[in-house]
């Protein structure tokens, strides 16, 4: 028998998670004769960017729009004796594999292409990716055993407000990750911003009130992974500096900013943090207990 013909691939694929699911796409019949779920993603059109590439992929094969990172990894595949389209080649396969996300109110994927390599797209869960009840193709495997969240973290000033028997305190919005808990006026400190300034800015746009900045109380952070409000899959490192502020005796708080992070701002009583019968983050309660 001659030598087969050499055949070489370069396609791009994205994992997408969100929170104990992956969004896989099932392989046709005529690619895969049992069912087979594979990352979504495909080939390089020639001259294509592979960013551009697996968007366009993803968008064909789940339907959905998707942003992905800007750093991959390369996987590398050599079948010296595969069947590729219905003839036998050695067969080269170079899969470029980015971390991706789609928004969170994304509806349900669907197949977009018509006569495609993949007929269904589906969220499929982790733990049967794991177990094996979901087949799926050795890119699959690879791409999880080497993926972690993006590492997001986030220096904040806070402030302390205290009135009498209450604390200000601003609920958070569809658009955060604890949406409907209440926290502590403040947020992120711009680049070259002063940590003061920074609280002073935020308490101004979430609260609409002037604030005097005190004395830094604490040092707090936290640290959680999840499905952020982009949709994507993070490691999230919250810093946050805890400052005394104060703010004039007849400040009545309100809302600003539009389409924010905050959509409720107000003096709640400090027994029903205590009490928990309101949703406080943990640290409204630390700042409580310094």
């Known amino acids: 028998m001659g030598r087969l013909p050499k055949r070489q691939r370069v396609a791009a694929y994205a994992v997408i998670i969100r929170g104990d699911r992956i969004l896989l796409s099932r392989l046709a019949p005529r690619i895969s004769r049992t069912p087979l779920w594979t990352l979504p993603g495909g080939g390089l059109d020639h001259g294509?960017?592979?960013?551009?590439?697996?968007?366009?992929?993803?968008?064909?094969?789940?339907?959905?729009?998707?942003?992905?990172?800007?750093?991959?990894?390369?996987?590398?595949?050599?079948?010296p004796r595969a069947t590729h389209n219905e003839q036998r080649a050695d067969y080269h396969a170079l899969r470029i594999v980015f971390e991706g996300w789609v928004p969170v109110d994304a509806p349900e994927p669907r197949v977009v292409e018509?006569?495609?390599?993949?007929?269904?797209?589906?969220?499929?869960?982790?733990?049967?990716?794991?177990?094996?009840?979901?087949?799926?193709?050795?890119?699959?495997?690879?791409?999880?055993?080497?993926?972690?969240?993006?590492?997001?973290?986030?220096?904040?000033?806070?402030?302390?407000?205290?009135?009498?028997?209450?604390?200000l305190l601003t609920r958070l919005s569809a658009r955060a990750f604890h949406t409907g808990a209440w926290t502590l006026p403040g947020g992120g400190i711009d680049h070259g911003e002063a940590p003061a300034a920074a609280l002073a800015r935020e308490i101004r746009e979430e609260c609409g009130v002037e604030c005097e900045v005190g004395a830094l109380?604490?040092?707090?952070?936290?640290?959680?992974?999840?499905?952020?409000?982009?949709?994507?899959?993070?490691?999230?490192?919250?810093?946050?500096?805890?400052?005394?502020?104060?703010?004039?005796?007849?400040?009545?708080?309100?809302?600003?900013?539009?389409?924010?992070?905050?959509?409720?701002?107000?003096?709640?009583?400090?027994?029903?943090?205590?009490?928990?019968?309101?949703?406080?983050?943990?640290?409204?309660?630390?700042?409580?207990?310094?």
């Open 217 to 290: 109380r604490d040092v707090h952070d936290v640290q959680f992974a999840g499905t952020a409000p982009s949709g994507r899959h993070e490691d999230f490192h919250g810093v946050h500096l805890l400052f005394d502020a104060t703010v004039a005796p007849d400040a009545e708080p309100r809302v600003m900013e539009v389409d924010g992070t905050t959509d409720a701002v107000a003096w709640v009583p400090v027994a029903d943090v205590e009490s928990g019968a309101i949703e406080a983050l943990e640290v409204v309660r630390h700042a409580l207990a310094l």
């Open 48 to 79: 294509e960017d592979p960013r551009r590439a697996v968007v366009r992929e993803i968008h064909e094969e789940t339907g959905l729009p998707a942003v992905v990172s800007e750093q991959a990894r390369v996987y590398s595949l050599h079948n």
């Open 114 to 167: 018509v006569d495609g390599s993949t007929v269904e797209a589906r969220w499929i869960p982790l733990a049967d990716v794991v177990s094996g009840a979901a087949p799926v193709t050795s890119l699959v495997d690879e791409a999880l055993e080497d993926h972690r969240p993006f590492q997001l973290q986030r220096v904040a000033a806070y402030g302390l407000v205290r009135r009498d028997d209450t604390v």
